[in-house]
């Protein structure tokens, strides 16, 4: 059975740090890239950050570059989103996603809320 199952989230305040996981299971983990999305209220969810099978490869949402990173280890079948310096507007829900040429997989959410 396909799994991933995010964790981490959380009420911070402007300016604290947050480490999100996602750890997978059921299907072939180092041969999938993976993503971190996010959907605010009433917003569609966007694409925030992708790591190639490899980890060598990483891609950002301009609004979080220099603030986020993501990474991956294969041997723990685990992505994970380090968030810095985080702002109000980066409060939503976070969701992983595992992709390949043939299939797509979803977390269930993280909920992250940036409040002072």
């Known amino acids: 059975q396909v799994q991933l199952v995010e964790s981490g989230g959380g009420l911070v305040q402007p300016g604290g740090s947050l480490r999100l996981s996602c750890a997978a299971s059921?299907?072939?983990?180092?041969?999938?890239?993976m993503s971190w999305y996010r959907q605010a209220p009433g917003k569609e969810r966007e694409l925030v950050a992708t790591?190639?099978?490899?980890?060598?490869?990483?891609t950002y949402l301009d609004s979080v570059k220099g603030r986020f990173t993501i990474s991956r280890d294969n041997a723990k079948n685990t992505v994970y989103l380090q968030m810095n310096s985080l702002k109000p507007e980066d409060t939503a829900v976070y969701y992983c996603?595992?992709?390949?040429?043939?299939?797509?997989?979803w977390g269930q959410g993280t909920q992250v809320t940036v409040s002072s």
């Open positions: 996603k595992a992709y390949s040429w043939n299939a797509v997989h």
């Open positions: 059921g299907f072939s983990f180092s041969s999938y890239a």
């Open positions: 790591i190639n099978s490899a980890g060598s490869t990483t």
